[in-house]
T-cell receptor, first 117, second 116 residues
Framework: DAKTTQPPSMDCAEGRAANLPCNHSTISGNEYVYWYRQIHSQGPQYIIHGLKNNETNEMASLIITEDRKSSTLILPHATLRDTAVYYCIVRCTPPGDSGGGADGLTFGKGTHLIIQP | ETGVTQTPRHLVMGMTNKKSLKCEQHLGHNAMYWYKQSAKKPLELMFVYNFKEQTENNSVPSRFSPECPNSSHLFLHLHTLQPEDSALYLC???????????????FGEGSRLTVL
């Protein structure tokens, strides 16, 4: 799986959009971008994933650049409860796991997002 | 509530004790995972089970012994641990295969282990 680079920490004001960058310049054509977050002392929580198109769900939006070498996770209206460590992960196994594989995700250090009141 | 339940949530044990961590999911998932998270370190994948068979062991010391009796339950048996084994142990599960599968991992809340 390709390596990712994220800033170690970021601040954002409550109510503003939080934009978390991730660099994955060595991503290959069949690798997906996943985002998870971990609130203090809890298990990580899935947020969103994408291959090359921008994606949006009830939690966030994922913007992937055309060359797929970087992406941005957007939390449109950050709240204090969004304070967490955010992990950007690239993995080669398609979501459907057509091969039946059960590879575990490799987590890096992530970005500690702090929402300021 | 993710559907993955871990017990106990907190455990304190001495180096000579034997204890077990339990993970349970009724989400119909076939793959289950143990992760370790030490203070200020990234999550480390320890073991992977797929349809009850161990498919990955990331050079974990033998004082950690996993057991997967069925696809819904996963245990981590602990014996003669060291203080540096104190950490948050996280269980996760997911379904593999299928055209609509997102590959999403569902994590439990974790078991906070302290070894004295």
């Amino acid at each position: 799986d390709a390596k990712t680079t994220q800033p170690p920490s970021m601040d954002c004001a409550e109510g503003r959009a939080a934009n978390l960058p991730c660099n994955h310049s060595t991503i290959s054509g069949n690798e997906y971008v996943y985002w998870y977050r971990q609130i203090h002392s809890q298990g990580p929580q899935y947020i969103i994933h994408g291959l090359k198109n921008n994606e949006t769900n009830e939690m966030a939006s994922l913007i992937i650049t055309e060359d797929r070498k970087s992406s941005t996770l957007i939390l449109p209206h950050a709240t204090l409860r969004d304070t967490a460590v955010y992990y950007c992960i690239v993995r080669c196994t398609p979501p459907g796991d057509s091969g039946g594989g059960a590879d575990g995700l490799t987590f890096g250090k992530g970005t500690h997002l702090i929402i300021q009141p | 509530e993710t559907g993955v339940t871990q017990t106990p949530r907190h455990l304190v044990m001495g180096m000579t004790n034997k204890k077990s961590l339990k993970c349970e999911q009724h989400l119909g998932h076939n793959a289950m995972y143990w992760y370790k998270q030490s203070a200020k370190k990234p999550l480390e994948l320890m073991f992977v089970y797929n349809f009850k068979e161990q498919t990955e062991n990331n050079s974990v010391p033998s004082r950690f012994s996993p057991e997967c009796p069925n696809s819904s339950h996963l245990f981590l048996h602990l014996h003669t641990l060291q203080p540096e084994d104190s950490a948050l142990y996280l269980c996760a599960s997911r379904r593999t295969g299928g055209p609509t599968n997102t590959g999403e991992l569902f994590f439990g809340e974790g078991s906070r282990l302290t070894v004295l």
